[in-house]
């Protein structure tokens, strides 16, 4: 076993207790693989109905039917494009979602890139806020299986969006965060750390005692 490997095994036996609850919430839900094949199944049978329907009419409509069967290869490529394209959207608003968190917003995915690699993509620049899993390398996250990478990508982004209540600033400067709310799109600024200008202020005073006549 490579140190690779290894590497992303200790990562895999950190994130089972999470994976077993994923994966008994994705029991429960159809394969996106399983929704593709069946409707790969029902393009075949409309272009086998077409076919039959075909042997009765006349030679226009037979025409017309034998256009749809050389159509009917691409509806599968389709379906398969807008999952693909779905996939993509509900990585965004994950992404999004945490990148808000700090003040801005999730890149659109690139023309070609996979679903795995715009979500590291998205992922790693999160990575130096996670306690735990801050010093691994993307190339060990790149080698995760796909059934423990949700639960990673999940305690990255949980852990990011824990540092942003607390974000480390400088002493004697203030960082400025504008935050957008996703329902109602307010806008609302935040100012983290210390100003300079505390640090010009007097020392204060404490009363110690009081001058009367008596203590003259």
């Not at 017309?64 to 394209?85: T, Y």
Request: overall charge neutral; proline content about 6%.
């Amino acid at each position: 076993m490579t140190e690779q490997e290894k590497k992303a095994a200790e990562i895999d036996a950190t994130l089972k207790a999470d994976k077993a609850k994923k994966d008994a919430e994705a029991a429960a839900v159809v394969p996106e693989k399983v929704l593709s094949a069946l409707d790969a199944c029902m393009s075949k049978l409309d272009a086998l109905e077409g076919k039959i329907a075909a042997l009765g009419e006349s030679p226009e409509k037979k025409d017309a039917a034998k256009k749809d069967d050389e159509g009917s290869d691409d509806k599968p490529n389709i379906v398969a494009d807008a999952a693909h394209r779905a996939t993509l959207a509900d990585a965004q608003g994950r992404a999004d979602a945490v990148a808000q968190a700090f003040g801005s917003s999730a890149p659109r995915p690139m023309d070609g890139e996979s679903v795995r690699a715009y979500r590291n993509r998205m992922m790693f620049p999160y990575l130096q806020y996670s306690p735990s899993f801050k010093d691994v390398e993307p190339k060990d996250i790149r080698a995760i299986p796909d059934g423990a990478f949700d639960a990673f990508e999940a305690r990255i982004y949980a852990d990011a969006v824990a540092a942003s209540h607390n974000p480390i600033v400088p002493e004697g400067r203030l960082m400025e965060r504008t935050k957008i709310d996703p329902v109602t799109g307010f806008r609302s600024t935040e100012f983290f750390g210390t100003s300079f200008i505390k640090s010009m202020k007097r020392p204060a005073r404490r009363v110690t005692r009081f001058m009367t006549k008596e203590s003259v």
